[in-house]
């Protein structure tokens, strides 16, 4: 089952624009993790973030969690038309077993 | 190897019939996973090997499928008997297993059809 939902399912930008992405989940968790996935196939890890961590920044991107609100937020900047995929977050909620478990995604298209 | 290699990349077959799957991970990777991703979903995780043994197979979904990983290495998902509601892009995925929250690293994944 899907542990939570990517807000929104679609979003289109202009190139150069900052997309956010908004993901729901539904228990604890020890971390959250999101991925990014081209054409439906592989999927490249892109950031994780550990439940006892607010704010993490990689180089054009920026998460946040809030556990008491059980959201996670995913921040790209400066938008590349090679950034058009779908992203999911993933959640781990089991320190020594790390099951992912899924959101439904975000499909990003950026507009050159 | 690179990377996560997963064989072949698309199989047909017709419903009843009996499919393979092959998952070759990243050389010294102990940890290794089987995902499947529906059309339109996230993945779904399915069952986790660490070393030659099935830590978790919680997310196997009945009785039809069915993994191994004999050597801890090259892991094979195994469906009976299948069904059009297997049609989907099976996904493995493997990590160092050292830590709790090692990177998973992804293959490109088996595309199935199920007639």
């Known amino acids: 089952s899907q542990q939570g939902e990517e807000d929104p399912q679609a979003l289109s930008i202009q190139e150069g624009e900052n997309a956010t992405m908004n993901c729901s989940y539904k228990?604890?968790?020890?971390?959250l993790q999101w991925y990014r996935q081209n054409s439906g196939r592989g999927l490249v890890h892109l950031i994780l973030?550990?439940?006892?961590?607010r704010e993490k920044h990689s180089g054009r991107l920026r998460v946040t969690l809030d556990t008491s609100k059980k959201s996670s937020s995913l921040l790209i900047t400066a938008s590349r038309a090679a950034d058009t995929a779908s992203y999911f977050c993933?959640?781990?909620?089991?320190?020594?077993?790390?099951?992912?478990?899924f959101g439904t995604g975000t499909r990003l298209t950026i507009i050159p | 190897g690179a990377g996560v290699s997963q064989t072949p990349s698309n199989k047909v077959t017709e419903k009843g019939k009996y499919v393979e799957l092959r998952c070759d991970p990243i050389s010294g990777h102990t940890a290794l996973y089987w995902y499947r991703q529906s059309l339109g979903q996230g993945p779904e995780f399915l069952i986790y090997f660490q070393g030659t043994g099935a830590a978790d197979d919680s997310g196997l979904p009945n009785d039809r499928f069915f993994a191994v990983r004999p050597e801890g290495s090259v892991s094979t998902l195994k469906i009976q008997r299948t069904e059009r509601g297997d049609s989907a892009v099976y996904l493995c995925a493997s990590s160092s297993g050292q830590r709790s929250t090692d990177t998973q690293y992804f293959g490109p994944g088996t595309r199935l059809t199920v007639l």
């Open positions: 993933a959640t781990g909620r089991i320190f020594g077993n790390e099951k992912l478990t």
């Open positions: 228990t604890s968790i020890n971390n």
């Open positions: 973030i550990r439940s006892n961590e």
